[in-house]
Protein backbone atom coordinates (compact mmCIF):
# COMPACT_ATOMS: atom_id res chain seq x y z
CA UNK A 1 0.00 0.00 0.00
CA UNK A 2 1.18 3.17 -1.55
CA UNK A 3 1.78 6.44 1.48
CA UNK A 4 3.11 10.04 1.31
CA UNK A 5 3.72 12.00 3.85
CA UNK A 6 4.76 15.50 3.53
CA UNK A 7 6.24 17.89 6.05
CA UNK A 8 8.51 20.84 6.36
CA UNK A 9 5.67 23.47 5.18
CA UNK A 10 5.97 26.80 7.02
CA UNK A 11 6.04 30.36 7.09
CA UNK A 12 8.34 32.40 5.87
CA UNK A 13 9.08 35.81 4.38
CA UNK A 14 9.42 36.60 0.37
CA UNK A 15 13.08 35.36 -0.68
CA UNK A 16 13.49 32.99 2.21
CA UNK A 17 13.54 29.08 1.81
CA UNK A 18 11.37 26.32 2.71
CA UNK A 19 12.69 22.38 2.06
CA UNK A 20 9.47 19.94 1.83
CA UNK A 21 10.01 16.22 2.15
CA UNK A 22 7.94 13.31 1.56
CA UNK A 23 8.19 10.25 3.30
CA UNK A 24 7.20 6.98 1.06
CA UNK A 25 6.06 3.91 2.05
CA UNK A 26 5.17 1.24 -0.19
CA UNK A 27 7.20 3.24 -3.52
CA UNK A 28 8.84 0.51 -4.87
CA UNK A 29 12.33 2.05 -6.42
CA UNK A 30 12.53 2.25 -9.43
CA UNK A 31 8.87 1.43 -10.49
CA UNK A 32 7.14 5.19 -9.00
CA UNK A 33 7.61 8.61 -10.53
CA UNK A 34 7.27 11.02 -7.91
CA UNK A 35 6.01 14.91 -8.02
CA UNK A 36 5.18 17.92 -6.32
CA UNK A 37 1.95 19.71 -7.01
CA UNK A 38 0.86 23.06 -5.06
CA UNK A 39 -3.03 23.91 -4.73
CA UNK A 40 -3.08 28.11 -4.24
CA UNK A 41 -5.85 29.55 -2.31
CA UNK A 42 -9.30 29.45 -4.63
CA UNK A 43 -7.06 27.69 -7.49
CA UNK A 44 -6.42 24.66 -9.09
CA UNK A 45 -4.11 22.14 -8.20
CA UNK A 46 -0.77 22.49 -10.14
CA UNK A 47 2.16 20.98 -11.29
CA UNK A 48 5.57 22.16 -9.80
CA UNK A 49 7.86 19.23 -10.00
CA UNK A 50 8.35 15.63 -11.70
CA UNK A 51 10.93 12.64 -11.32
CA UNK A 52 11.27 9.99 -13.13
CA UNK A 53 11.47 6.43 -11.84
CA UNK A 54 15.31 6.36 -12.02
CA UNK A 55 15.78 9.72 -11.14
CA UNK A 56 17.30 10.52 -14.56
CA UNK A 57 14.85 12.83 -15.75
CA UNK A 58 13.10 15.56 -13.69
CA UNK A 59 10.49 18.17 -14.61
CA UNK A 60 9.88 21.48 -13.12
CA UNK A 61 6.96 24.19 -14.03
CA UNK A 62 7.89 27.44 -15.86
CA UNK A 63 7.62 29.53 -12.60
CA UNK A 64 9.78 27.66 -10.23
CA UNK A 65 12.43 27.14 -12.75
CA UNK A 66 16.32 27.94 -11.20
CA UNK A 67 14.38 28.38 -7.41
CA UNK A 68 12.87 24.79 -6.86
CA UNK A 69 14.81 21.69 -6.36
CA UNK A 70 13.79 18.07 -6.45
CA UNK A 71 15.65 15.38 -5.03
CA UNK A 72 15.43 11.67 -3.51
CA UNK A 73 17.77 10.50 -0.37
CA UNK A 74 20.02 7.86 -0.81
CA UNK A 75 17.96 5.31 0.23
CA UNK A 76 15.14 6.11 -2.32
CA UNK A 77 12.06 6.46 0.48
CA UNK A 78 11.76 10.19 1.09
CA UNK A 79 11.46 12.92 -1.48
CA UNK A 80 12.51 16.27 -1.16
CA UNK A 81 11.57 19.87 -2.40
CA UNK A 82 14.09 22.42 -2.14
CA UNK A 83 12.39 26.17 -2.46
CA UNK A 84 14.74 29.12 -2.79
CA UNK A 85 13.72 32.76 -3.43
CA UNK A 86 9.89 32.00 -2.47
CA UNK A 87 7.37 34.14 -3.79
CA UNK A 88 3.94 35.44 -2.73
CA UNK A 89 2.32 33.32 -5.27
CA UNK A 90 4.01 30.72 -4.45
CA UNK A 91 2.06 30.22 -1.54
CA UNK A 92 -0.31 27.38 -1.51
CA UNK A 93 -1.22 23.62 -0.47
CA UNK A 94 1.83 21.37 -1.30
CA UNK A 95 1.17 17.85 -2.22
CA UNK A 96 3.66 14.84 -2.58
CA UNK A 97 2.63 12.54 -5.93
CA UNK A 98 3.20 8.94 -6.93
CA UNK A 99 2.12 7.09 -9.93
CA UNK A 100 3.34 3.52 -11.09
CA UNK A 101 5.23 3.19 -13.81
CA UNK A 102 4.40 3.62 -17.22
CA UNK A 103 4.29 7.57 -16.07
CA UNK A 104 6.00 10.67 -17.09
CA UNK A 105 7.57 12.95 -14.18
CA UNK A 106 5.84 15.54 -16.75
CA UNK A 107 2.10 14.06 -16.35
CA UNK A 108 -0.49 16.39 -15.01
CA UNK A 109 -2.49 16.34 -11.59
CA UNK A 110 -5.18 14.08 -13.66
CA UNK A 111 -2.20 11.00 -14.58
CA UNK A 112 -1.37 10.56 -10.78
CA UNK A 113 -2.98 7.92 -8.51
CA UNK A 114 -1.35 8.68 -5.08
CA UNK A 115 -1.16 11.66 -3.07
CA UNK A 116 -0.14 12.90 0.56
CA UNK A 117 -2.42 15.28 2.71
CA UNK A 118 -0.08 18.34 1.82
CA UNK A 119 1.46 20.33 3.94
CA UNK A 120 1.31 24.71 3.56
CA UNK A 121 3.16 27.21 2.57
CA UNK A 122 2.69 30.50 3.32
CA UNK A 123 4.99 33.39 1.90
CA UNK A 124 4.23 36.79 2.84
CA UNK A 125 5.78 40.06 1.38
Known amino acids: QVQLVESGGGSVQSGGSLRLSCETSGVTYPRYCLGWFRQPPGKEREKVAGISPGGTSTYYAEPVKGRFTSSRDNAKTTLYLQMNSLKPEDTGMYYC??????????????????WGQGTQVTVSS
Open 97 to 114: AAELIPCSPAADRHDWQY
